[in-house]
């Protein structure tokens, strides 16, 4: 039998197992635009779909248009930029260290982010602008970046998780001296606030502000996935396949500070999306870290959009913030994974 | 016909000597089984020789050229390394397994070509494996997975194959399978570099035999000559014979000989 | 508000049990503050050479109405140990203290008063005549109240009909309720809080979750906050700064005195007539 035969043979075979991936990202994308429009929709003042349509594309200065421009608007692009950066930069650390457990935390950004926004907070510069706190995050960002590869330089991936465990210790511990020294009861509720994660009354500056970082860090985390296949098969054959590691890591490592970091300013610490959003894909895609990088990153916009969603709706008392309520449903995740990896484990 | 040159090549780590003045001259057609006791540094003779651990002293040469001064890309597709106990890490099909094989040719978003895809398929069929081609990869037995990470290298074609250690772990069938593969391979006009434990397999399959102690080159000549019991006793420090003839020659082991070294003067490997 | 007057003035009694021990008509020479609303009550009503020390956040925190550098009084750091290593015959502090400190400060012959945080002017009342009593300046505390009286009445008097709508934010960005400072400060100056309106559960008398979305539909004829602090935090930024809020109600943005908002004083009814004052310019511009 020749190849060609062959190849045609089981080229039916290798069509349906592609479409598995297509259909993934299709259905993602349709669940996609269902939550968003009802991001629009909904809130604790019900719009209809007319309200809603002429708030977007009517140049009057109506009382629904508003808030749909101006208020709706903004947070669902937020929450779906968020999402897919918390989604893709998930996916690329756990190919990178090859750990299911691996999420943009594990790297020190997230504290990093977190530290430079609560100085900005502890400090009350953040009454000069809106862009004060942001602009603290992604110093942060990239100081715990710079930090974590330093430190694990040379020591291959191991190395690098544990220096990005130490300097996320170090991030924790220096936000808890920041609410250990808050200069006023405000302060110390407000950092506690912050770290909560929150995507109420952001505002187009803060689309604009955040987008630029999570475009340039998400493109470099695209760029990454041909070099994580290759490490499916560890570090010396993907050596041996002409892949760059230490190039690898600095790109991941660049991309995920850029986009986290940016994302993280803007809404504060939000977990959990990023551990959970690769898994829900990665049955789907064949395993192959480059496939789940994109269904990953709608993936997460999805669960983030329906996260925040649901914190609008839920109305028992003070609002749900968004870290919190992902925290809640993250954890049961965390537990079904250990439970099934201890099935798997030999 | 492909040419890789060792010149005195010398490799330390941590203050210690791994090879010392080892000089190697290969080319393709050729199947050069490298031995050696536990520590002798046949790993780091394959890893240097693949390009993969630059030598302290001395310099390897690939078609005249210094291997340090391949991209790593291009390199890539000239020859395929595989370590001791290849694993892989995510549960993906053999087919995807194999097709990382083509990373070098391939651009940083996409899929495989038609070309590329019958390519792939060929590969499979080769070794083997076009029963467990959608199977994933950790649910594959060891012959199996075996071969999988042979197809891996070999879909790129590349015109040399570094492999280390290729039959550890495989039942005798396997074992055969792989040694008779890789005797096909270089009767192709490929250059095979393999390091291997089981010495009767070596004689009988490889073309040359390369013998390593505590880093250099004991002996290096064809097959069937170059093994003989005075090398056995210098180099593993057992009492052995080589019986039968030709093709049925077999390496017997008849006794370990009392240590020559001192415990401590022992290299750990 | 009765209710809670009258509470408030049981609380005070009850904790106001340290100065009915001391001797009638003495009046202590060193007296300490270890809150930054007593802090002003204080440097009112006693001269620098009676003052002890107050707390650092009376340096420029809030913008006090007194600062402890211009009236040259030394600051404290609100601990137990400075208190006793300054030894003052009077403390004067909320309550934070816990019963072994209390129990260290009587050992010492240290007299302490615990003063509750004033939810509204009846609060108020109680608070300064207690502090005028236990500092032996009751006279001075009575015509401090005397004033706020006055200005209260006058304000009543002329409330104006409808009364002005208005959205108050705190320094936290919460929306204080009617049983507030706030809120009482916001109905003498003759404003009605739009966030009534709403169904929304308050916690500890305030509304969390009041949003934007609220705001613009209920489109009150003011907003109000308390503007460029030191320490301002990012929630009440987030609403402040928004392109909605600086574009709709541009014109329409108040700021207050934080410190009269906060801390019960005799001063926040003048903070009421100023309130009064802008929110006329803004409902009726001429």
Redesign the interface.
Known sequence: MTAQGLEDGYATAAHRRIDRVRALNGAMVLILIVLFAASLLAGRIWLTPGEVLDGLFSSRAQLPSLIVAELRLPRAVLAVLVGATLGISGAVLQGLTRNPLAEPGLLGITSGASFGAVLAIYFGLSQLSLTVIPAFGLVGSFAAMLLTFALGRGGGTLALVLAGAAVNSFGVALIALALNLAPGVDAAYEIMTWLMGSLANRSWDQVLLAAPFIAAGCVLLAFTGRALDALSLGEAQAASLGVNLQRLRVTALLGTALAVGGATSVTGAVGFIGLVAPHLVRPFAGYQPSRILLPSATAGAVLLLAADIATRLISIGPEIKLGVFTALLGTPFFFWLVVRLRRTAP | MTELVAANIGVSRGGRAILSDVSLRAGGGEFIAVIGPNGAGKSTLL?AL?G?LPPSSGAIRLDGRRITSF???E???R?????QD????????V???VG??L??V????G?FSRAQ???I??VL?DCDL?AQ??Q?ATTLSGGEFARAMLA?ALVGDPQILIVDEPMEGLDPRHRIEAASRLRTLSSEGKLVIASVHDLTLAMRYATRIVALYHGRVAADGPALETMNPDLLRRIFEVDAEIAGTEVRAYVDYLAPLPSRHAPDERISP | MKRWAALLAAAAMLVCRGVADAAPGAKPQRVMSLNMCTDQLLLQLLPPERITSVTYLSRAFYRPLISAEAAHVAVNYNSPEEVLAQHPDLVISGNVFSPGARAVFRRAGITLLEVPPANGFEGIRVITRSIGRAVGEEDQANALLRRMDATLAELKATTPNPRITVLGWDSGGNVPGPDTLFGEILDAAGAASVAEKTTDSLVYGSNTNFDLEQLVTLNPQAVLHSGSLADRPDTLNQKIQHRLVRKLFAGRELTYPEILYRCGLPQSADAAKTLREKLLRIARPR
């Open positions: 890893s693949a993969l991209g790593t890309s390199l890539a597709r020859r395929a390394y595989l370590p290849p694993r892989c890490e995510w549960p993906i099909s087919e995807r397994l990382l094989g990373t070098p391939l651009p940083a978003f899929g895809q019958t390519r398929t060929q069929s076009l081609r959608y994933s891996r």
